[in-house]
Nanobody, 115 residues
């Protein structure tokens, strides 16, 4: 089992920044993919970014150049630095981890961007 705990959400103004953190515990292992998804009210959960244990990354087109994902393998944490925030970034952000064929999710953290 893997447990994921997010922190760092909150309220920001358009153009501002926030940083999300996700701490993983349990049987995360050394070979995994960690990432972030988000879900706005009334919409499906969408991919934001992921980072593999070898540090390769991928981003949704909507956040490229504004969001940056990083990880600390020693601490089993993943960070999402969000810059130049827009009101459309408002959503609940979920941390995810894929270990082999299994996927795990955090409880989510709210990010609200005011115009």
């Amino acid at each position: 089992q893997v447990q994921l705990v997010e922190s760092g959400g909150g309220l920001a103004q358009a153009g501002g920044s926030l940083r999300l953190s996700c701490a993983a515990s349990g049987s995360i292992g050394s070979d995994n993919v960690m990432g972030w998804y988000r879900q706005a009210p009334g919409k499906q959960r969408d991919f934001v970014a992921f980072i593999a244990s070898g540090s390769s990354t991928n981003y949704a087109d909507s956040v490229k150049g504004r969001f940056f994902i990083s990880r600390d393998n020693a601490k089993n944490t993943v960070l999402l630095q969000m810059n130049s925030l827009k009101p459309e970034d408002t959503a609940v952000y979920y941390c995810s981890a894929r270990v082999g064929l299994l996927s795990y999710w955090g409880q989510g953290t709210q990010v609200t961007v005011s115009s």
